[in-house]
């Protein structure tokens, strides 16, 4: 994979939206320090020194970029698992890591569809040294907290790469999938909490299923189906 490095930019994946064109597939940009960094729902991102900020393009993939995404996901949470001899790491649907019940990672994709060309832009966050903001204490977690140390973002983001690009070569999908089970935290029986997007009305139900790409709830005595939304296990 290509690197390219910043020590501060505005967001990863917003630089790589604007210049995607100018660099070939699997181009990787990460950046100490992101003044502009975004989440889910545009959310902000909170990305300051001594974390892990990286984003990967995609160009014309063949594999889907919800595929992408989760790869992404799973290997963190594998790179996670054995820096710190840890299990208790998990992935909350669609690509939250968690450690116990705070938040280390996120991912964010981006698709793009111009001239005949499609993109995807994964990026990652993983909290690794860089200090919690106060507002998300008992939210957010790093690495460091975890393991009492501290951690080399640029070796962990060179693991991270060459098993994304093992998963990439000869990609399972089933395989995939199974590591993905593994690692949910969401499982059929878990007490969620769900806000929906149309009125943000906040519902509690019980997950009947969770395949992939969707959830399965029982709310209010009926069942109901969740493509997009925001999870959060009752019981944390
Ligand atoms: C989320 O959990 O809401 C997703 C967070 C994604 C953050 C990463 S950091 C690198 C890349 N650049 C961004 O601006 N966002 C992603």
Redesign the pocket.
């Known amino acids: 994979m290509r690197k390219i490095h910043f020590d501060e930019i505005d967001?990863?994946?917003?630089y790589l939206e604007r210049n995607y064109m100018n660099f070939p597939d699997l181009t990787v940009v990460s950046a100490d320090v992101?003044t502009?960094?975004?989440?889910?729902l545009n959310?902000e991102?909170n990305?300051g020194k001594g974390g892990l900020?990286?984003?990967i393009l995609f160009r014309n993939p063949e594999l889907s970029p919800a595929t992408l995404q989760r790869i992404c996901s799973i290997v963190s949470v594998e790179v996670l698992m054995r820096l710190t001899e840890k299990r208790e790491f998990g992935l909350k649907w669609p690509n939250?890591i968690y450690y116990r019940d705070r938040k280390i990672s996120?991912?964010?994709q981006k698709n793009i569809f111009s001239g005949g060309e499609s993109a995807c832009i994964v990026?990652?966050?993983i909290n690794i040294n860089n200090e919690i903001p106060a507002e998300l204490s008992g939210k957010g977690i790093s690495l460091k907290q975890i393991a009492g140390k501290a951690f080399n973002c640029s070796e962990i983001l060179d693991t991270i790469l060459i098993d994304v690009e093992r998963g990439l070569v000869d990609y399972d999908e089933n395989e995939f999938l199974n590591r993905y089970r593994d690692y949910s935290i969401i499982r059929p029986g878990s007490e969620v909490t769900v806000k929906r997007f149309e009125d943000e009305r906040i519902m509690t139900g019980k997950v009947l299923e969770h395949p992939i790409d969707e959830i399965r709830l029982f709310i209010e005595d009926e069942e109901v189906v969740y493509r997009a939304g925001d999870i959060t296990l009752k019981d944390w």
């Open positions: 967001s990863t994946n917003a992101q502009a960094g975004r989440g889910r959310r991102w990305s900020w990286f984003s939250d996120g991912c964010l990026g990652t966050g």
